[in-house]
Nanobody, 129 residues
Framework: QVQLQESGPGLVKPSQTLSLTCTVS??????????WSWSRRPPGKGLEWIGY???????YYSPSLKSRTSISRDTSKNQFTLQLSSVTPEDTAVYYC?????????????????????WGKGTLVTVST
């Protein structure tokens, strides 16, 4: 059973870059055909997909966040990382990492809930001075 754990600062100042790491155990992030995803849930709102990185290292981002988002990985540590630049208070949310297996014909779109099979517990990031 794969397990995911988010880590990173709980408080980020406006205009700075939010950086979170997801550590994966029980499975390799290079295993075909899994994708490793970041999502968030702002207070009182629904879940928003941010993007994912494929087993191959290819990245896909939500169009609404693409200009500020970067997802990378460290295969030696079995980790993948989210960086979100120029944050504002509207980026305050619980951030989740997850494993997803999207079909090849639907890559780059917000994954359907049934395509996910493992989630981290989530970590709250507050953007504030």
């Amino acid at each position: 059973q794969v397990q995911l754990q988010e880590s990173g600062p709980g408080l980020v100042k406006p205009s700075q870059t939010l950086s979170l790491t997801c550590t994966v155990s029980g499975g390799s992030i290079t295993t075909k055909f899994y994708y490793w995803s970041w999502s968030r849930r702002p207070p009182g709102k629904g879940l928003e997909w941010i993007g994912y990185i494929a087993y191959s290292g290819t990245t896909y981002y939500s169009p609404s966040l693409k200009s500020r988002t970067s997802i990378s990985r460290d295969t030696s540590k079995n980790q993948f990382t989210l960086q979100l630049s120029s944050v504002t208070p509207e980026d305050t949310a619980v951030y989740y990492c997850a494993r997803v297996e999207p079909p090849y014909y639907d890559l780059g779109s917000s994954p359907r809930p049934e395509w996910y099979d493992s989630w981290g517990k989530g970590t709250l990031v507050t953007v504030s001075t």
